[in-house]
Structure formats: C-alpha cells, structure tokens
C-alpha cells in the first residue's frame, strides 16, 4: 500500500513526481486505501505548487487506467471526439455529431449535465420524450458500429478515478487548478478510444475562464496532453461573454440545434461548429484540409443527411425520431413573456452577460443549483438582441419561457442586470476563433 504523506510533502515543496508514484496515489485513493483528506491535501498542494507537463500526463494516463476504455478494432471510420470547455446556450454537440456520423467518422460524444449557469448535453437531449443518455457500454459500442454515432452520459466504468477526483476537488477549493482540469478533461476524452480531437476552450463569463489568456493557457496543457498520448489534438478559443446562439433552456436549445441542422440556426451555432467540425475532418483524413472540411459540412446540412442522421441516433437511443421534422412535440412553457427596452429613445447593447443570462434560466429551472434538483425541460430564455444591435424603446430583449408569471418576473430582474445598454453605438462582440496546435 502506497504512503501518500510522502508524496504530500514532496509535492508541498514544488518537487516533481514520478509517473508510478502518480500511478500508485490514484490506485490507492480508487481503492480506498488513500483517505480523502490525504487526497484532498494532495489536490490543494497541486493547486498551490502546479505540475509539470509530464507529471500531468502522467496523471492523465493514471485516471485512463483506473476504469476500462474504449477500443474499435476493426472498426472501418476514423474515431473523432470534441469538449466544450463550459458555456451558456451552447448546442454544438447536437449539431456536430450527426453530421460528422454522417461524414463517415465514429462519434461517441460522452457528456455531463448541467449545474449552476453552465447547461448540461444531456439534460437538452432528455427533454426529446423518451430519450436515453445511459447505455451500456456494448448497446453504445454496437450502435456506434452500426450508425457511427451516440451521444450518451459517461459511463462509470470509464476513469472512475476522474469522479471521485472531481466530487473531491468540488466540495475543497481545488476545481480552478489547470493541470487538474486539463487530467480530467483529457482522462475521459483518450478513455473513449478517439484518435483525433477537437477541443472548445471557452473564455469570458459563462465560461470557466474567465480570460484569454486562461484559455490559452488551458488551451495549450490539453494539446501537449493530447500529443503525448498519441492523439491528434487541436483546441478552439471562443469567446463566451453573450450566450451561444440565443436560446437558453434544454427543449428550446434542442429545437435551435434542429433549426441548425436544418439551415435556419443562430449565425454563431452554426460558424462555430463549421470550425470544430472542419477541423476534426481534416485531422481524421476525411477532407483534405479545412476548407474542404467546411464545404463538406455545409453539403451535408444543406441535403439533409445532417437531419437524417439525428434522427436515427434519437430513435436508437429510444427517443422519439418525429422531433426532428415537428419540434413542437418538445415540451412547451405555458408563459412567454418578452422583455422590453424601457429607454426614451434608441440604445445599444453594450453587454447581453453570459453568466447572468444563464443565471436567469437557473432561476426559472432550466438548470440546478445543486446535483439533487430536478430540471424543468420546457422553461429557459430565448435572446432576441445581442451585442452590438442597436433597440428601441419597447422592443424584446428577450422572450421569457417559464411556468407562470411570478417565475418570469423572476427571471426579468436578472435579465435587467445582465443586459447593459448605452446610448451610443457600440461594436458587435468580435470574438474570434483562435487555434492552439
């Protein structure tokens, strides 16, 4: 049995550890052999003294063989994964993944729910009436083999050693530690068997970087984990100051992926899954390059084979495959309600704040505050300005879903804080996309 003091001390004083010494810490902890309070004293050490790029591989490595993994052999599609790193309205996963399914990648999209502003994959994806996120892991490995693509909740015989990890660091100030961010991100992304990966590091306030050059940072630790695993590894800066898209709430985000798919979505949905998805074709060697990677993408949505494609993953996954072409059968709030501009004349949005916006959906009940709440599938807030757009008196910010009036009146005092107006034009939020390996 392993002596975690040790490792505590070494690790106090900014010393490296070896890869079977990481190995044996996290062995010890799985098995209970390594209390939580010597863990929990090891995390806080990492948070206050770092880890080296190898110590961080290696503790990657260590949480992938604490469970089982992935593996396809025989398998004739490239393997393809992508992470979103936090954010506020953002369907990219539902969108991307049956178009790359349907570009002839394997896709297996291993998401996690929602808790506090940041949404949830799979709480969108169960508001499609009687869909199923857990599957075992030989259905998931079967439908994968038979339609290239499955969008499901981690499984946990998969880096077991990541949850346990993560409830820890969740409930002892040890979450905002990037090289324990990137381990975990990463343990569940190779776990999964892809061989080229696609990572969206968010920046801004609905995202757990707050800055720039956080995500860089961040950014730059996940693709150097990548290479050392072997992977093909890229990551995507976006910017996350405004919501993605302009729904907010699981049912109203699916049917916005549905319009996406279908050629009707938010500019923004559909610009930054051209970029996740042109770069995961280019990587596996299903398009030249990246260019040719985007006018795949847009073939596909364009004749429908996107569409298609979901409909066969939301019917494999026992949901009901009609939502697709009739997004009305999606569960429906019984009050909407918009917000309006109350100004004596023109104004500019200055700000449409991502954490507030996504705090407002939270009280309505499209989110939890913590892991026990139940999540209202139909409630959420649909943006009808954005950054830049210039409004006028009595005209909608916002469109308000919710269960009654007194939630939505609710909801319009932190819409009111989290939209910013002034009285002068103000730019379009320029966020470009930045590409780190």
């Given amino acids: 049995?392993?002596?975690?003091?040790?490792?505590?001390?070494?690790?106090?004083?900014?010393?490296?550890?070896?890869?079977?010494?990481?190995?044996?810490?996290?062995?010890?902890?799985?098995?209970?052999?390594?209390?939580?309070?010597?863990?929990?004293?090891?995390?806080?050490?990492?948070?206050?003294?770092?880890?080296?790029?190898?110590?961080?591989?290696?503790?990657?490595?260590?949480?992938?063989?604490?469970?089982?993994?992935?593996?396809?052999?025989g398998l004739d599609r490239p393997t393809v994964d992508k992470h979103r790193a936090g954010g506020v309205g953002d369907t990219t996963a539902i969108v991307l993944v049956p178009l790359m399914a349907a570009a002839g990648a394997a896709f297996v999209?291993?998401?996690?729910?929602?808790?506090?502003?940041t949404g949830g994959t799979l709480d969108k994806l169960e508001s499609i009436p009687g869909f199923v996120c857990e599957l075992p892991l030989e259905e998931m490995r079967a439908q994968v083999?038979?339609?290239?693509?499955?969008?499901?909740?981690?499984?946990?015989?998969?880096?077991?050693?990541?949850?346990?990890?993560?409830?820890?660091?969740?409930?002892?100030?040890?979450?905002?530690?990037?090289?324990?961010?990137?381990?975990?991100?990463?343990?569940?992304?190779?776990?999964?068997?892809?061989?080229?990966i696609v990572l969206d590091v968010k920046w801004g306030s609905g995202a757990f970087m707050q800055t720039l050059d956080e995500a860089r940072e961040l950014a730059a630790v996940l693709v150097r984990i990548g290479a050392g695993a072997g992977r093909g590894t890229r990551a995507v800066l976006s910017g996350m100051r405004q919501p993605l898209g302009a729904a907010v709430g699981n049912a109203l985000e699916v049917r916005e992926a549905i319009d996406t798919l279908t050629g009707s979505g938010p500019a923004d949905l559909?610009?930054?899954?051209?970029?996740?998805?042109?770069?995961?074709?280019?990587?596996?060697?299903?398009?030249?390059?990246?260019?040719?990677?985007?006018?795949?993408?847009?073939r596909l949505r364009d004749s429908g084979a996107g569409a298609e494609m979901l409909e066969r993953l939301i019917e494999a996954q026992h949901g009901?495959?009609?939502?697709?072409?009739?997004?009305?059968?999606?569960?429906?709030?019984?009050?909407?309600?918009?917000?309006?501009?109350?100004?004596?004349?023109?104004?500019?949005?200055?700000?449409?704040?991502?954490?507030?916006?996504?705090?407002a959906a939270l009280e309505l009940g499209a989110g939890r505050k913590t892991k026990a709440d139940a999540v209202d599938p139909a409630v959420g807030i649909v943006l009808r300005a954005r950054i830049g757009d210039r409004v006028e008196p009595g005209q909608p910010l916002a469109d308000v879903h919710a269960r009654g009036d007194e939630a939505a009146e609710q909801a319009f005092a932190a819409l009111r804080a989290a939209f910013r107006l002034s009285d002068t034009p103000v730019p379009a939020a320029d966020d470009a996309y930045e590409t780190v390996g």
């Fill in 1 to 73: 049995m392993i002596s975690a003091v040790p490792l505590i001390e070494r690790k106090k004083r900014g010393e490296a550890l070896a890869a079977d010494e990481l190995r044996g810490l996290l062995g010890g902890f799985v098995a209970r052999e390594v209390p939580d309070y010597q863990m929990a004293a090891w995390l806080m050490a990492v948070c206050l003294r770092g880890m080296t790029d190898a110590e961080t591989l290696a503790l990657t490595e260590a949480m992938v063989e604490s469970g089982a993994t992935l593996a396809w052999p």
């Fill in 109 to 117: 999209k291993m998401s996690g729910r929602g808790l506090g502003h």
């Fill in 145 to 196: 083999r038979r339609i290239g693509c499955a969008l499901v909740g981690q499984s946990p015989e998969l880096v077991p050693a990541d949850k346990m990890t993560y409830a820890l660091r969740d409930v002892t100030g040890t979450v905002d530690s990037i090289p324990l961010i990137a381990a975990s991100i990463m343990s569940k992304k190779l776990a999964a068997g892809a061989r080229s």
């Fill in 270 to 298: 559909w610009a930054l899954t051209l970029e996740l998805g042109s770069h995961l074709l280019e990587m596996s060697g299903l398009a030249p390059d990246a260019a040719e990677g985007r006018a795949m993408l847009v």
């Fill in 320 to 359: 009901d495959p009609r939502v697709v072409r009739a997004p009305e059968l999606l569960p429906a709030a019984p009050v909407v309600r918009p917000l309006t501009v109350d100004a004596d004349g023109p104004r500019w949005v200055k700000a449409a704040d991502a954490r507030g916006i996504g705090d």
